[in-house]
């Protein structure tokens, strides 16, 4: 079974701090999909972004980034210089790249709730 | 982009009483959605796996006979919470299908039961 921790339940940084929320995942299969969504306090999901198991590039798209790296099963975001509209929870997911009965099924993990403070 | 509605966005009703909320993908067919639930501070759990045409695939604890899907065509899924109780109350949140490998997802209904 697949298992995504983010062991920060909560962070607050004051405005205009770099911030980076950790994102440790568990799976046996090789082929795999990663994502990260916010979900603002109106409470719908924003997709960030999807990384596939064989891409091990970082991503950097504005003021994010992501570190992807296999030998450490992590996915770690990024947000520099934070924004106060920042503040939502951000939730890793993973699934599974194969076709079968529990393709596209996203295992999330408990959320992160950033705080960013003016 | 791929938009998913949700139908209604919030909705108060008496204990005992069945509501329908409704998951549209506006602008694609998707043959599979996804309903997860969400209570507060918490993250998303998945419920069941909805198949146009066939019949849904309910997550272990998830009560079927509670919990009524209905996914009758390529754009349009329904969940169905029968006799609702005031433990039933949370946000409930339905995905799409894309491809490759992503789900897009709908922004979510808050339902309370008193």
């Known amino acids: 079974a697949q298992k995504v921790t983010q062991a920060q339940t909560e962070i607050s940084v004051v405005e205009k701090e770099d911030v980076t929320l950790d994102c440790v995942y568990e799976t046996r299969d090789t082929t795999y999909y990663l994502f990260w969504y916010k979900q603002p306090p109106s409470g719908e999901l924003v997709f960030l972004i999807r990384r596939n198991s064989f891409d091990e590039q970082n991503e950097i798209s504005g003021r994010y980034s992501w570190n992807f790296q296999k030998s450490t099963s992590s996915f770690n975001f990024t947000i520099t210089a934070s924004q106060v509209v920042d503040s939502a929870v951000y939730f890793c997911?993973?699934?599974?790249?194969?076709?079968?009965?529990?393709?596209?099924?996203?295992?999330f993990g408990k959320g992160t709730k950033l705080s960013v403070i003016p | 982009g791929a938009v998913v509605s949700q139908h209604p966005s919030w909705v108060i009703c008496k204990s005992g009483t069945s509501v329908k909320i409704e998951c549209r993908s506006l602008d694609f067919q998707a043959t599979t959605m996804f309903w997860y639930r969400q209570f507060p501070k918490q993250s998303l759990m998945l419920m069941a796996t909805s198949n146009e045409g066939s019949k849904a695939t309910y997550e272990q604890g998830v009560e079927k006979d509670k919990f009524l899907i209905n996914h009758a065509s390529l754009t349009l899924s329904t969940l169905t919470v029968t006799s609702a109780h005031p433990e039933d109350s949370s946000f409930y949140i339905c995905s799409a299908k894309g491809t490759p490998f992503e789900q897009f997802f709908g922004p979510g209904t808050r339902l309370t039961v008193l």
């Open positions: 997911a993973l699934t599974l790249g194969d076709s079968g009965a529990g393709s596209y099924q996203l295992t």
